[in-house]
């Protein structure tokens, strides 16, 4: 097995690539007989298999259908090869990379630092794929933990729950943890964890329930924690792009790769929350001191009931649980039907953290809330590894379905 193939005739791009890159290469385009297309993808391909790369390296200098052609070839018959598009970045023919199953785009202008660093990458990426597609027969199958954040109302401290619970997961657990943040017209988790992601959810919105593995990590944001995130769209108006079918795509793939998907959702019902407790495991239900947040919850979990949600793992969260409002945490556990998992304190360091996108666990760890945070995170990090998603859950149209169905009925 050699470590790169270059799958291009032109010469001076062989020459910088032994220049950044020591290991074994090998690899040419072959041009068709009788000039009946300009090159043959079914002996580039056969020279490729004999090969047994890791890394092709496709361009530059080729016809974007034959580039993509080929690594779309590569992508369905041999997935471990990681492909490598070398070519003038474009949104659109990024897009149509992904959708072929490019790892990666490299200008022909890259310098030689960053030439080595894009093929050290796929390099990277291609053992992982080899790994996971030839696992030892003595491990397990992957079973992991999808966590979604629900509350029945806005403001109740979704985001803030749900970036520290990753951000202290991530810390015991580094690689392990993601977070996808479904409120995909004004989700800030990204601002929260003070990211600034090169690709969000809207690179994902044309795939409908097509999303694959290499396709939904490249949108991947790595957050210093050892944390992962998928953040939401830049722009309202991007969400009109991304539909349900492909929100449950990204959360099945996110639940093949990491131990642990947490789901920080829009408040409410909508279609995307009732999408991200379909697949999920576990529900983080969570719950302000005050009387109409208390009933809403309390509406909330017997809706759960009436539509079938009932398979997954219920946790109550009490925010701001010490605030002086007149009610009692008994009160609230006796109006909510549930006793309180984890009671919140209330911190004027909360917000601040968000405002300035450190979170408590990181910027105030020994303080009260921080060590509330922890305690929820361990709930999941100590508990027993729940079945995959598609294991137990309901189809996710069958409860959007039943849902529509209970509000035209009133």
Not at 98 to 107: H, N, P, Q, T
Not at 187 to 192: F, K, L, Q, R, T
Not at 225 to 244: H, Q
């Amino acid at each position: 097995m050699t470590g790169l193939f270059l799958a291009t005739a032109d010469t001076e791009w062989r020459a910088r690539i032994r220049e950044a890159y020591q290991g074994d290469i090998t690899g040419e385009i072959r041009r068709a007989p009788d000039g009946l297309i300009e090159y043959d993808q079914e002996a580039t391909l056969r020279e490729i298999k004999e090969a047994q790369p890791r890394v092709v390296m496709i361009g530059p200098g080729l016809a974007e259908n034959f580039a993509l052609g080929l690594a779309k070839r590569l992508d369905n018959e041999n997935p471990e090869i990681c492909a490598v598009l070398v070519t003038a970045y474009e949104q659109t023919l990024f897009q149509n990379a992904l959708r072929a199953g490019v790892r990666d785009i490299l200008s022909p202008d890259a310098s030689t630092e960053e030439i080595s660093e894009v093929i050290d990458r796929a390099l990277d990426t291609a053992v992982r794929r080899s790994n996971s597609l030839n696992p030892p027969s003595n491990l397990p199958a992957r079973k992991s933990r999808v966590i979604a954040v629900v509350s029945p109302k806005g403001g109740a401290g979704k985001t803030a729950i749900a970036t520290n619970m990753g951000v202290g997961m991530a810390k015991q657990e580094p690689g392990s943890v993601v977070i996808m943040d479904l409120d995909v017209r004004f989700g800030d988790v990204g601002h929260a964890l003070r990211l600034l992601p090169d690709r969000t959810l809207t690179d994902l919105g044309h795939l409908g329930a097509d999303a694959d593995t290499t396709t939904v990590k490249a949108t991947l944001t790595p957050h210093p924690s050892g944390l992962f995130v998928l953040c939401a769209p830049n722009t309202p108006g991007d969400a009109d792009d991304i539909s349900n079918e492909t929100i449950a795509g990204v959360i099945r793939v996110l639940s093949q790769e990491f131990d642990y998907v947490i789901l920080d959702t829009p408040a409410g019902l909508d279609e995307t929350t009732l999408t991200a407790m379909e697949l999920a495991t576990d529900l983080i239900l969570v719950c302000g001191t005050d009387v109409a947040s208390t009933r809403s919850m309390r509406k909330e979990i017997e809706a759960f009931d009436i539509i079938g949600l009932t398979t997954q793992r219920r946790y109550f969260v009490l925010n701001r649980a010490d605030a002086r409002v007149g009610l009692e945490i008994r009160d609230i556990e006796g109006t909510v039907g549930m006793e309180v998992d984890v009671a919140i304190p209330s911190s004027r360091s909360v917000p601040l953290s968000m405002n300035q996108g450190s979170p408590i666990l990181e910027s105030a760890p020994r303080s009260p809330v921080a060590r509330a945070y922890g305690e929820l995170a361990n709930l999941f990090l100590r508990g027993p590894v729940a079945a995959a998603p598609s294991e137990q859950a309901q189809t996710t149209e069958a409860t959007i379905t039943r849902f529509r169905r209970r509000k035209e009925t009133r």
